[in-house]
């Protein structure tokens, strides 16, 4: 249960003054939910200094200024197009406040003549005389604390107008508590760090432009405690599946050599090195749970087929997974050879089995008799019971997301985990949206790889293109041509896909097809496998083929609108070719209006192939939650920090939470019972049930 300290700022901004349904919609659009604590994050970019208080007659056109001033007439307009005039002065001179379409007895309520008015907004002088257009604010003398301040801009979005972000915040700050500190004293005192308290109040009342940059002090304490909650969340989920018991699997060395001799190629060294680190713990007594990262093509298939083997000759079962139907085929395909010349029984379960072969398949698996078990999410249904699930080895994980990581090992008992992901992923991401897992790393392609010549061509080189298709197809090769879909408009984008495709069937004739997202997922199974038995020479297809379909004999993409794609988009899509011995080709088609941005992001493709370099780039060029779509990643959004100019600040808190989970892992001491607080604070209360009270 969240601690009462936090109430406050746990509700709702209905509970506001002013603040309706409507306008807490609208929050709720801007910040994800309408509780007090989402505002505090939503964080200034500028801020408008209202301190400047000069005599009317000093005021200089342009500025911003705060005046105090008598009002001395009122000049309604006569013509509809002119407006309104409030004449006042001070001692000095005279200012004009110039209202357009402004409702007189407002006016005449909130200026009477002969009284004094504080007024703030921006001056200027108009044939001679100092006008001030639609003040920002108007008060009396009582209220000239409330109007001569530094007041924040908010980033506005979602109709949430500047003057309701000010209403809101500035009823929020007061209810802010004051919370025990949750940060080591010697961090504060090196840092020069001011409490969370000060930190959140200063933060939404800037009065310099330092005070707006990611690296202020008080960025830095709240980026900071940000990045301990994700870290110290991540330490506690990571260290109760530590403690979990798990299995010892010895690997058989005998088994192992005979495996590796019968491929016909031999293990990179990467691949070798990540072979030992699962080895290793699987054949420690806690759960295994780790993720093996490479790009496309770089053989993470084999290095799961070793881990599943540690399993399999200590009796036990070992099921892998993927996310498709073709892909769980793929893998079928790839390891059944393998592991048949070892004596091993691989079955395939698919949704595709139904009836009295899919009853078949279960009785050799609740029976054991099939030891290693491949197929798609149809693996998690009830019905199907392992005899020993001893390892669970999940393929392309983001498409699964991050829920269903163990749902596969609640099948066995202390069974292992082994995520694999092709999408390679910067390491600041890693620690904050895989910090719970171990890392391995394959980071260098099977010899013998040609590479793929990537290449940048304007749009209106098209016809010469398609000659070039034609001459590869005519040689036998396969191709992609890959059109973008982008979601403002889907169905305009889908026209364009469907007019390439019957152009191009014009040329090709009936060896082409269409390939788009809104097609039922047996449809496009259909389409992919005539393509990989090779009934089909081309796939015009959306990015739909991002998924990793492997067809050796494809060996020419061409990306139309090459710009419009992310750095990963691009470099998945590439990944589709360069798979066989065959030369390969990627032409990038960009439009003529390609951006500087655009343009650098098809450089970087062309120049480099390591998709972990491409990973980091796009981390600059985009933020962390674009990297996969937060979403569908599960990757975590942050609000306070920037993994560019904060990350320094996310390896010390992962050390930090390292050490205090190492000396108070149930978070009970003085500093413990703080730190429950930021878990709860930044909503990580998941976290928590990994606490045992007491
Ligand atoms: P990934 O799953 O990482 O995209 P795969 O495991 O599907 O890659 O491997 C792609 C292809 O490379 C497969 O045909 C596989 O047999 C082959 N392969 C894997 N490791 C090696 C290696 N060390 N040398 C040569 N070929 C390899
Ligand atoms: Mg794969």
């Excluded at 698996?365 to 080895?393: C, M, P, R, W, Y």
């Excluded at 596969?408 to 910090?435: E, F, H, N, S």
């Excluded at 899509?573 to 011995?581: E, F, H, P, Q």
């Amino acid at each position: 249960m969240r601690p009462f300290i936090l109430d406050p700022i746990f509700t709702s901004v209905r509970s506001l003054a002013g603040i309706g349904p409507k306008t807490a919609k609208l929050i709720e659009k801007l910040t994800g939910n309408e509780k007090l604590v989402s505002m505090l994050w939503h964080l200034p970019v500028r801020f408008i200094d209202r301190r400047y208080n000069p005599k009317v007659a000093n005021a200089t056109s342009g500025a911003i200024v705060t005046l105090t001033v008598k009002v001395d007439a009122h000049s309604p307009s006569k013509i509809r197009s002119r407006p309104y005039r409030i004449h006042c002065s001070d001692s000095s001179g005279s200012v004009d406040l110039i209202y357009f379409n402004a409702k007189t007895s407002w006016l005449e309520n909130q200026f009477p003549i002969g009284q004094t008015r504080i007024i703030s907004g921006e001056v200027e002088y108009y044939h001679g005389t100092l006008q001030m257009p639609h003040p920002d604010m108007v008060g009396t003398e009582d209220e000239r604390d409330k109007i001569e301040i530094v007041e924040p801009v908010y980033p506005m979005t979602a109709g949430v107008t500047h003057k309701t972000m000010h209403k809101i915040i500035s009823q929020v700050l007061p209810r802010v508590p004051s919370l025990p500190e949750w940060l080591d004293k010697a961090l504060i005192e090196r840092e020069h760090w001011v409490c969370w308290h000060e930190a959140i109040n200063e933060v939404h009342t800037p009065e310099q432009e330092d005070d707006l940059m990611p690296s202020s002090k008080i960025r830095q304490r709240l980026a900071y405690d940000e990045l301990l909650a994700n870290q110290l969340a991540i330490a506690l989920v990571r260290n109760h599946n530590k403690k979990q018991d798990g299995r010892v699997f010895i690997p058989e060395p005998a088994l192992i050599k005979k495996a590796l001799a019968s491929l016909p190629f031999t293990l990179t060294k990467a691949q070798e090195l990540a072979v030992a680190e699962i080895a290793k713990d699987m054949g420690e007594p806690y759960r295994m749970l780790r993720l093996l990262q490479g790009d496309v093509g770089s053989g993470k298939t084999i290095v799961a087929f070793f881990a599943v083997l540690n399993a399999v000759s200590n009796n036990a079962q070992g099921a892998l997974m993927a996310p498709t139907e073709i892909l769980a085929q793929q893998h079928a395909k790839n390891i059944t050879p393998f592991a048949e010349a070892l004596g091993i029984k691989v079955v395939l379960l698919t949704g595709r089995h139904k009836g009295k072969i899919r009853a078949e398949i279960l009785e050799q698996i609740a029976s054991g008799e099939a030891q290693i078990i491949i197929g798609t999410h149809a693996l998690f249904q009830q019905d199907i019971i392992f005899k020993d699930l001893g390892l669970a080895v999940v393929d392309e994980q983001h498409r699964f997301g991050v829920h269903q990581r163990l749902e596969l090992a609640q099948k066995g008992v202390g069974t292992d985990v082994l995520v694999m992901t092709a999408t390679p992923i910067p390491r600041t991401l890693t620690l904050t949206a895989y910090g719970d897992m171990d890392v391995s790393r394959l980071n260098e392609k099977p010899a013998g790889r040609m590479p793929i010549e990537t290449s940048i061509i304007p749009k209106n080189r098209l016809a010469e293109v398609v000659e070039g298709l034609k001459r590869k197809i005519d040689s036998g090769s396969r191709a992609y041509w890959v059109c973008p879909l982008i979601e403002e408009s889907e169905v305009l984008d889908l026209a364009a896909a469907e007019e390439r495709f019957i152009e191009l069937q014009t040329i090709f004739g009936e060896r082409v097809a269409l390939l788009h997202g809104r097609m039922k997922a047996d449809e496009k199974e259909q389409i992919m496998q005539s393509f990989a038995a090779g009934e089909l020479d081309l796939l015009i297809a959306t990015t739909v083929i991002e998924v990793g379909v492997d067809v050796p004999e494809a060996t020419l993409i061409i990306i139309e609108h090459a710009e419009r794609f992310g750095l990963s988009q691009l470099h998945q899509l590439r990944g589709r070719v360069g798979r066989g011995k065959e030369q390969s080709n990627c032409i990038l088609v960009y439009n003529s209006k390609i951006g500087e941005n655009g343009r650098k992001r098809l450089q970087t493709i062309r120049s480099t192939e390591d998709g972990f370099i491409i990973a980091e780039e796009d981390l600059k060029l985009r933020g962390a939650g674009e990297i996969l779509g937060t979403r569908q990643s599960g990757l975590p959004e942050f609000k306070l920090s920037n993994l560019n100019e904060h990350a320094h600040l996310l390896r010390m808190a992962g050390d930090d939470a390292k050490l205090i989970i190492s000396k108070d892992p149930n978070l009970q001491s003085e500093r413990g019972k703080a730190l429950r607080i930021l878990l709860y604070l930044f909503e990580r209360d998941h976290a928590i049930q990994y606490l045992h009270s007491g």
